[in-house]
C-alpha cells in the first residue's frame, strides 16, 4: 500500500535506519540531504530510493512528512533556514529526532503553517542494517502538534516501534532519566567492575562473574518493579553484612563510597516500601550508613 513520501535531513545512521524501514512499509522516499553528496547517495542506497542532494531545502520540498535526523545543534538554526524558504509549509509535518529538544525548537516552521513534533526512539542504532532488526518494539517518545503526534504515532506502529506521548515541557526531564538508566548505569557498572580489581581480576573477567547478576536484576525490575525486585543485605535488614562491606568500603575511592551510600538509603526507603524492614530497622541503618568512611 502507497503511503505518503517522505523526507530525510541529514541522513546519518538514525536517519537510514529510519528511511529504509519507511520505504519497506510503503512509504515514497523524496528529498535525502547529507552534508556530502557523497554521503547522501550512500544514504538513497541504503533506503532504497530518494533524490540525494545537500540542499535541505530541496530535500523538505518534494514530501509533505519530513524528518530531521541531525545533530542537536543544528535542528534550530536548519529550521530558521527552512522557514525563510517560499516553499507551501501549511500541513505538512515536520519533525525531528532529538532526545533532548522539544518541537519548540521547529517554532519557525510551525509559524509558517507547518504541524511540528518531535520523536526519539529509545534506543542505540549502531548501524542501519542492525537498526532494521531492533526498532521492532523500540519505545519511541512523541510530543508536538496534535495532528503531527497523531501522524507520529501511527508512522512508529508501522515501524514496528512502541509509541508513546509525552508532554512538551517535560522533554528534558524525559532525556535525562534515559540518561540516568542508561549512561549513569554504565558509569556505575563501570565502577563495580573496576572494584573488582581487589579480587585480584581484570574487567573481563570481573563482567564474566557479575553480568549474569546485572541481567538478572534488570529483567526483574522490568518483571516486578523495583519495589519487589530489591534483594540483598538492605532488603532484609541485615547490619551484621552492612559492617562487612563498610570495612571493604574503605579500599574504595571517596566518590564510590559516597555513591553506595546513597544508593543503599534509596534501597532502604524501596524496602520499607515493600514492608520487609521495619522504620525502626530503617533509622538504625541509615545512622549506620553514615557512619561509614
Known amino acids: 500500500m ?22 519497506r512499509r510503503g512509504y515514497a522516499p523524496a528529498g535525502v540531504s547529507c552534508r556530502s553528496l557523497r554521503s547522501a547517495r550512500q544514504a538513497v542506497a541504503v533506503i532504497g530510493g530518494g533524490e540525494p542532494t545537500t540542499s535541505n531545502a530541496r ?11 541531525t545533530p542537536d545543534g543544528v535542528i534550530a538554526p ?47 542504532v549502531a548501524d542501519s542494517k542492525e537498526g532494521l532488526k531492533t526498532l521492532h518494539g523500540i519505545p519511541f517518545a512523541i510530543e508536538g502538534d496534535a495532528r503531527a ?13 512502541f509509541p508513546v506521548t509525552i508532554p512538551r515541557q517535560a522533554k528534558a526531564l524525559y532525556h535525562l532519566i534515559a540518561c540516568l538508566l542508561s549512561n549513569d548505569l554504565v558509569a556505575l557498572l563501570s565502577f563495580g567492575l573496576d572494584s573488582a580489581r581487589g579480587l585480584g581480576i581484570a574487567r573481563r573477567e570481573a563482567a564474566r562473574l557479575y553480568m549474569p547478576l546485572v541481567r538478572s536484576t534488570v529483567s526483574n525490575v522490568a518483571r516486578l518493579g523495583p519495589v519487589k525486585a530489591l534483594t ?24 564510590l563510597r559516597r555513591l553506595h551510600r546513597l544508593l543503599a538509603l534509596r534501597s532502604a526507603a524501596l524496602a520499607l516500601e515493600a514492608r520487609t524492614i521495619t522504620p525502626e530497622v530503617a533509622v538504625r541503618m541509615a545512622r549506620l550508613l553514615g557512619s561509614l568512611p
Open 59 to 69: 530535500a523538505a520540498a518534494g514530501a509533505d512528512l519530513i524528518l530531521i535526523t
Open 78 to 124: 536548519l529550521a530558521r533556514q527552512l522557514a525563510a524558504e517560499r516553499h507551501p509549509w501549511r500541513g505538512k509535518v515536520v519533525a525531528h529526532a532529538s532526545g533532548a529538544l522539544s518541537s519548540i525548537a521547529l517554532e519557525p516552521l510551525r509559524r509558517r503553517g507547518a504541524r511540528v513534533a518531535s520523536f526519539h526512539p529509545l534506543a542505540s
Open 149 to 161: 503526534v497523531r501522524t507520529l504515532r501511527r508512522l512508529v506502529a508501522q515501524l514496528g516501534g
Open 232 to 255: 540483598g543485605p538492605v532488603s532484609r535488614g541485615d547490619l551484621t553484612t552492612l559492617r562487612l562491606h563498610g570495612e571493604a568500603l574503605r579500599a574504595l575511592p571517596a566518590d
Open 2 to 23: 502507497s503511503r505518503a513520501a517522505f523526507s530525510i535531513l541529514g541522513a546519518g545512521r538514525l536517519g537510514r535506519t529510519l528511511g529504509r524501514v519507511m520505504a
